[in-house]
């Protein structure tokens, strides 16, 4: 069963009299699980997918669907209850609150967003701080973390709301190349350990070898989709 | 909301520089609020109490058309004897709301030392009833008063510092009074000049005392006669509570032509000074109007900042799923807090500054009263209700950033570097 699907998805963009087309007729279907990488180069399109992917953008003409959801005419509030409730994000500059330590970051989601009472919340936390291996440094503020540990917590944050679907846009574009691999394989680890599906987007030739399948995109359109062998 | 208050505060403090100089402008602004208030309210209360005091009491209470006709002190519009036991009767009923009232003639006469003549304007009074409506009266007498219910006895005559310098005249000379009754006639009358007195504004005015029997001698009344009544009040505050309440049992004793008997008014009516106390109250609303612009202004600009630099943050909290309701709270609670914490710090330093201005003993004067103490005080109503001006400020300024914030598109904020 699909988890995304995409039927006929085009945007457009309008820069003053100009109008720009971002994607053109796109037809996507992704299912549970699965670990998705969207690659291309520079204003190929990731982005603006795994916008429409995240209800974070309306498409111009065609319909998205998320679990099962059309997502197309989501108000503001309604769009912002979904993804709080089925998706996670991650982010390429981390984004994680400066004002709060690793803990309360991955906190965050559950008090803000969901909810969830303070007695089941710590040891959710934990069980996640610890399975992306950052547990020790729960206390520490992002700007006493490096890039990988950010990362980290960043993943923490997306997974601890149990989400169906975690986005990644470009999640290892401000990393070196080490971290970076290590950020994909935890990615690939908590896909399997948390039948979670991850989507993300690189242009990096050497981090999309992880993923089980790649589409490529290039001025707007999919070019090629690619499934790699487990 | 704990939380969000949390994240409030730690917003606030992490760029510490900007919220203590935004802070620091909002305390100053505070502080300069309860110093003004707390030294040109106690000032003003001096000044009025000193004025209500020492000359004319909380209220007046006169014939219908007597104030209108003051500065001619016409005799035609005396208060009878019937009149003068109906107004018994009222006040002794509310004395839990009257201290004490005195009854007054007063009337123009000539004075002369044999040598000179002048006019001057008298009140004749029953000194003891004077004293309790106005016991700040006898401060005003140069020299010593053995007994201030005494401090007007018959065959005397108290007369203003003016006068007395003018005609040369010191305590015990004679004089001559020489005054025209309500029929016209003179009549005259020798006294004896018992003490010198200086207007409330310093030794200006022709206002001199004489004893109410030598007043009815002179004017030849027969039986009882006044054409004032000044009352004092046990609490000044209740003023216009009393005002009304008199007013309205005065309105019910009516003359021949069946309209009201009497009039009733406030010192505020009967003093230009009420004028000075206006504009005093005007002032402190003015420092009140600055002490909000401060606050808005300031809050506003650090609240548009701290959005603006926050704009990919905003996008992130967004995407993760914060409802656009409670980004809008987060951005609030920054600019209550930050209201709240000025507040508390403001006030304290307010209070403190008026402490310490109470604990130096600054002295001024005002017309014969020297040496003033300047007694600064505060009511917590006053501090509550500058402490709301600034939070509700606080939050309105805080709530056009924040409606920006909680309206932005994750997607354009993402986007934003």
């Known amino acids: 069963m699909s988890l995304v699907q995409l039927k006929q998805v085009s945007k457009n963009y309008q820069m003053g009299e100009l109008s720009v087309q971002a994607l053109k007729d796109i037809e996507i279907e992704i299912a549970e699980q699965s670990f998705v990488s969207f690659v291309g180069p520079s204003g190929s399109g990731k982005t603006t997918l795994l916008n429409l992917i995240g209800c974070l953008d309306k498409p111009s003409s065609g319909d998205v669907f998320v679990n099962s959801t059309l997502v197309n005419n989501f108000s503001n509030k309604a769009a912002a209850q979904f993804r709080g409730e089925h998706l996670g994000f991650i982010f390429q500059n981390f984004n994680l609150l400066p004002v709060l330590t690793a803990y309360e970051n991955v906190e965050y989601p559950l008090i803000m967003v969901q909810n969830i009472a303070a007695n089941k919340r710590k040891e959710r936390i934990m069980h996640y701080l610890d399975a992306v291996g950052i547990a020790d440094q729960k206390d520490k503020f992002p700007s006493q973390l490096s890039g990988g540990q950010k990362q980290r917590v960043a993943v923490a944050r997306a997974l601890v709301t149990d989400p169906k679907l975690v986005l990644a846009d470009e999640p290892t574009a401000n990393l070196d190349h080490a971290s970076a691999f290590k950020i994909i394989e935890l990615m690939r680890q908590m896909q399997r350990d948390f039948k979670t599906t991850f989507i993300f987007s690189t242009h990096d030739p050497k981090i999309v070898k992880e993923a089980e399948i790649i589409y490529t995109l290039e001025d707007g359109k999919i070019e090629d989709k690619e499934i790699i062998a487990a | ?417």
């Open chain 2, 1 to 417: 909301m704990k939380n969000i208050f949390k994240i409030a505060i730690r917003n606030l403090l992490r760029y510490k520089r900007r919220t203590l100089m935004t802070s620091l402008l909002i305390i100053i602004g505070i502080v300069l609020v309860i110093v003004f208030s707390g030294v040109s309210v106690s000032f003003k209360s001096m000044m009025i109490g000193s004025i209500t005091d020492s000359m004319l009491g909380h209220l007046q209470i006169h014939k219908k058309g007597y104030v209108s006709s003051i500065d001619n002190l016409p005799l035609h519009l005396n208060i009878n004897e019937k009149g003068i036991k109906q107004l018994d009767k009222l006040l002794e009923k509310h004395d839990d709301v009257i201290e004490a009232y005195s009854y007054r003639i007063k009337f123009g006469a000539m004075l002369s030392n044999f040598q000179e003549t002048t006019n001057i304007r008298l009140t004749a009074v029953q000194p003891q009833m004077e004293n309790a409506a106005c016991p700040l009266l006898v401060d005003r007498i140069l020299g010593d008063v053995q007994d201030p219910s005494k401090f007007i006895e018959q065959g005397k005559i108290i007369i203003p510092e003016n006068i007395a310098k003018g005609l040369k005249l010191k305590p015990d000379d004679e004089v001559v009074l020489v005054a025209n009754n309500k029929d016209g006639s003179v009549n005259g009358l020798s006294l004896k000049v018992s003490n010198i007195i200086e207007g409330i504004m310093g030794p200006s005015g022709r206002d001199g005392f004489v004893h109410i029997d030598d007043a009815k001698i002179l004017l030849r009344i027969n039986g009882n006669e006044i054409n004032e009544v000044s009352i004092r009040l046990i609490n000044p505050d209740q003023l216009d509570r009393t005002n009304k309440l008199l007013s309205e049992e005065l309105s019910q004793f009516t003359n021949k032509q069946d309209k009201p008997a009497f009039e009733l008014h406030t010192w505020a009516d009967l003093s230009p000074f009420s004028t000075i106390a206006a504009i005093v109250d005007l002032l402190i609303i003015t420092v009140k109007i600055v002490l909000i612009a401060i606050v808005l202004i300031s809050i506003l600009n650090v609240m548009m900042m701290s959005v603006y630099e926050r704009v990919s943050e905003i996008g992130a909290i967004s995407a993760i799923g914060t409802l656009p309701s409670k980004i809008l709270w987060l951005f609030i609670a920054e600019g209550f807090s930050l209201g709240v914490i000025s507040t508390i710090v403001g006030n304290i330093i307010g209070v403190l500054t008026l402490f310490l201005i109470n604990l130096a003993e600054f002295h001024f004067s005002f017309g014969r009263m020297k040496n003033i103490l300047l007694e600064t005080s505060i009511s917590p109503s006053d501090l509550i209700s500058v402490s709301l001006i600034v939070i509700i400020i606080a939050v309105i300024s805080s709530l056009q950033p924040a409606l920006k914030a909680s309206k932005m598109q994750p997607v354009d904020a993402l986007r934003h570097v």
